[in-house]
């Protein structure tokens, strides 16, 4: 079992930032998988960053150079460092977890999402 809790969202003016958190227990298994998603309204839901247990990362192209995504897994916890924030980051971010499944991640669990609101 995998729980997943996001915090760390609110609002913040163009060019802060902010740190979301997602405690885990993903850590317990082994080849698993974690990333940051977000969805804004009327848009569908975007992929920011991944992790895996080798401590691979991937971004998307709109936040590479900005965000980072993280691991601490003493503290079973992923984090989400978004720096330089613009508008078009305001979304309702959510953290999953998951397996890894030959190259790709089988994300079958899920958090509530946390809402991260940047004005101009």
């Known amino acids: 079992l995998v729980e997943l809790v996001e915090s760390g969202g609110g609002s913040v003016q163009s060019g802060g930032s902010l740190r979301l958190s997602c405690p885990t227990s993903v850590y317990t298994y082994s080849g698993y998988c974690l990333g940051w998603f977000r969805q804004a309204p009327g848009k569908e839901r975007e992929e920011v960053a991944g992790i895996d247990s080798d401590g691979r990362t991937s971004y998307a192209d709109s936040v590479k150079g900005r965000f980072t995504i993280s691991q601490d897994n003493a503290k079973n916890t992923l984090y989400l460092e978004m720096n330089s924030l613009e508008p078009e980051d305001t979304a309702v971010y959510y953290c999953?977890?998951?397996?890894?499944?030959?190259?790709?991640?089988?994300?079958?669990?899920w958090g509530r999402g946390t809402q991260v609101t940047v004005s101009s």
């Open positions: 999953a977890a998951g397996v890894v499944v030959i190259t790709t991640c089988d994300f079958g669990y």
